[in-house]
């Protein structure tokens, strides 16, 4: 049987790491602290730097110390016991595999890289590697920049976007369905904000179009034709949508499953206006739906050249309508009035 005075010695050491970790704790986490730090805490006794090695060392036995250098110098960081735990259930080398991963945060970390600096054998190493895989530890995931290099991150982490590309890019390639369908849904939601439909009634002469800010207002028409036809918006019209507005609805739609920055609908509009299927307005701050204009028989043709020629609502222009020669803004730039 051991000494009584040794059995109470280990005693008060338990007791005196416990106190040390619960002060480490209550400091950011992350931290790293030093010798000096630790015995600033006040919990060793006179400072006995024997005491300190010894609790350290319990500590560290524990998984609740991890000893690392800061400036040439050594120092400890305090380790949750929920990682600790982790730990504990891990081989020596599943443990070296799982420290290289965590090191790496999100931006995750080659397999050839963890592979060179753990000197692990191969087979070792893709053991160790599905191990920690089916123990839900790590999980694998693939570089926008490097497609073909596998890489892996702690399976609770998101990889930053310089990594994974961001939601446009799924196992290291660009989701081209994913982004047809966004680029759609944004598309038909700009049109809707940038066209009415004109449904002139049987016998009447007013139908319902959108005023300047929005809202229902009633405009006069002469034509007798009952077919739907398709009006832009007013002059001075600033209902144009805007990105914060098209993030929200598009963010609402359903249509993603992560919800989307303003900085990456604003990408998915640039492509839509580089492809001429929209147009900024209001001072590059809304965006408009583009409509094919009227095709041109003759190019040579005397009647092409006026605004008329290429009109993309000629069909709609009619005297008293909405559209008409009177009011056309065209027709003074063209002559010069």
């Not at 960081?77 to 290289?100: C, G, R």
């Not at 918006?233 to 993030?247: F, V």
Request: net charge neutral.
């Amino acid at each position: 049987m051991a000494p009584a005075n040794v059995a109470s010695s280990s005693f008060e050491v338990r007791e005196l790491s416990n106190a040390l970790y619960a002060t480490c704790q209550t400091r950011e986490p992350g931290k790293l602290f030093t010798q000096e730090e630790l015995l600033s805490f006040g919990v060793i006794p006179e400072n006995n730097l024997e005491v300190l090695i010894s609790c350290v060392n319990v500590l560290g036995s524990d998984g609740l110390f991890k000893l690392m250098t800061k400036d040439n110098r050594p120092c400890w960081k305090a380790i949750s016991k929920e990682d600790a735990a982790k730990y504990q259930n891990l081989s020596t080398e599943e443990a070296i595999v799982f420290a290289y991963v965590e090191s790496a945060g999100r931006d995750g970390i080659w397999t050839k890289t963890i592979r060179s600096k753990s000197n692990l054998h191969q087979i070792v190493f893709t053991r160790c590697l599905k191990s920690l895989e089916s123990k839900r530890l790590i999980k694998p995931t693939q570089s926008a920049k490097n497609p073909t290099r596998k890489l892996y991150i702690l399976s609770h982490l998101q990889p930053f976007e310089e990594v994974s590309g961001g939601p446009f890019f799924t196992d290291g390639s660009i989701d081209e369905e994913f982004v047809r369908q966004l680029s759609f849904w944004l598309e038909q939601y700009v049109y809707k904000k940038s066209w009415y439909a004109h449904r002139p009634l049987q016998n009447g002469k007013v139908d319902n179009a959108l005023s300047n800010d929005g809202n229902d207002a009633k405009h006069r028409v002469m034509n007798k034709d009952k077919r739907s036809k398709i009006l832009p918006m007013a002059p001075g019209y600033i209902g144009y949508p805007k990105i914060p507005e098209l993030t929200e609805a598009i963010n609402q739609s359903g249509v993603s499953s992560v919800t989307l920055k303003e900085a990456e609908v604003r990408h998915i509009l640039d492509l839509l206006c580089w492809d001429g299927r929209l147009t900024k307005v209001m001072n590059g701050q809304a965006y408009k739906k583009v409509l094919p204009t009227a095709p041109v028989a003759d190019k040579e043709d005397s009647y092409v050249e006026s605004p008329c020629g290429g009109c993309p609502v000629f069909d709609l222009c009619e005297e008293g309508g909405p559209v008409n020669a009177r009011t056309c803004v065209y027709f003074q730039d063209w002559l010069n009035i």
